[in-house]
């Protein structure tokens, strides 16, 4: 049985959801937005929420934590340099879900994730 495992396995084991996830929240970080899948955009918007609080905190620790998942030393300065301190006056909700049609190929329901606040550099 399946009680209390928020998780959505997406199709895919354990190592791919994590890669899959971790490549997703950095794209998300680098553009801003990202279009995929539904399922797989409120499964992105957890962790990306969960890098930003991290990066709101500031300290070694949650740098670490952060360096932890997102594996690349240059996006995590990147986190916690530019897009953390946009949202320091906020509680929630750095990021937000559009629904698009279905995809075609598949008949998939479609989205964009995208940060509320994006840095000044991006475009």
Known sequence: MRH?????KLGRDAEHR????RNQVISLF??????TTLAKAKETRKVAERMITLGKR??????????RFLVDRKITNYLFDKIAPLFKDVDGGYTRIYRLGVRRGDGAQMAILELTQRPESES
């Open 58 to 67: 500031g300290d070694l620790h949650a740098r670490r934590l952060a360096r």
């Open 18 to 21: 994590k890669a899959m996830l």
């Open 4 to 8: 209390r495992k928020k998780t959505h």
């Open 30 to 35: 680098l553009h801003g937005r990202i279009e």
